[in-house]
């Protein structure tokens, strides 16, 4: 059978990138049965010839209006699919979507009517926010990282920058290549309009990476690939602390004067 992805090798690189993200959050366990989401904004990647194309579904209401989106295509995982089967056959458990231009309404474009995640309306929410800001990011990933979410379960470290600070001081890359920290989102229905909204504002306050309490995380980053490397530098950092505990002691971490010459000579926020 044909594929869109024959008609724009970018589109199949994208594509193939989501593939090889879900594999890794399969490997690692942060995404046990249907856990988990992808969406990317690959209308850069649409061709002449793909904006031919008929829909393969009929309009499909999305809940919101976002103005942004009008016209933008995206590949999203499917509703209720696992990302184990999106790493192995990623158009089988996944569509590209395009929003129609009333702006409130997708089509299925390709290559089977896999319906889109539910949490299309929340990740849409973001990737018109991203757009809105002149932001170049264009994907988004939500996930749940073993570590990242134990240390969630408790309330000293979802206080301002406290688990930030504590991961950055763990090994010097993570500040390097995740300056900005991972923002609290306190705990909240899954799905829900009001997660969405909280995270829109934790992103907006300057975070690539939000942690939803005794959930997972949201990330967002120019490509799937960055955004999956955001939140595995953090939770690498989350399992050395980790370690160091089971080895019976509290770890150091970076002293404030180490932290302080990296982030000068990286040129990192302060
Ligand atoms: O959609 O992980 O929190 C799968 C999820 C929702
Ligand atoms: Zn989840």
Redesign the pocket.
């Known amino acids: 059978m044909s594929s869109i992805l024959d008609k724009s090798p970018r589109l199949k690189y994208e594509v193939e990138q989501v593939a090889e993200v879900a594999g890794y959050l399969w490997e690692k366990g942060w995404a046990e049965r249907?856990?988990?989401?992808i969406t990317v904004n690959i209308t850069d990647a649409v061709t002449d010839e793909i904006r031919e194309l008929s829909s393969i579904s009929a309009p499909v209401p999305i809940g919101v209006t976002l103005p942004e989106l009008c016209g933008c295509w995206f590949f999203c995982k499917g509703n209720n699919r696992r990302m184990r089967d999106l790493a192995r056959w990623p158009m089988d458990n996944g569509s590209v979507i395009r929003i129609t231009d009333d702006c409130a309404h997708y089509e299925i474009m390709a290559d089977n009517p896999v319906k889109p995640?539910?949490?299309l309306p929340s990740h849409l929410s973001v990737h018109a926010w991203l757009l809105r800001n002149g932001s170049p990011y264009r994907a988004s990933l939500?996930t749940?990282p073993i570590q990242l979410v134990a240390m969630s379960h408790n309330a000293e470290y979802l206080k301002n920058d406290v688990l930030s600070r504590l991961l950055w001081s763990m090994i010097p890359e993570t500040k390097a290549f995740c300056p900005r920290g991972l923002g609290i989102v306190p705990y909240m229905l899954?799905?829900s309009v009001e997660l969405a909204n909280a995270t829109i504002d934790v992103l907006a306050d300057d975070y690539d990476v939000v942690m939803w309490e005794k959930?997972?995380v949201f990330a967002v980053g120019p490509d799937i690939m960055e955004a999956f490397d955001m939140v595995d530098t953090l939770n690498k950092s989350a399992i050395i602390f980790r370690d160091a505990m089971a080895m019976g002691f509290v770890p150091d971490g970076m002293s404030d004067s180490q932290m302080s010459e990296l982030s000068t000579v990286f040129r990192l926020p302060k």
Do not use: C, F, L, Q
């Not at 249907?34 to 989401?37: A, E, F, Q």
């Open positions: 249907n856990g988990g989401n995640t539910s949490e939500h749940h899954p799905s959930h997972g």
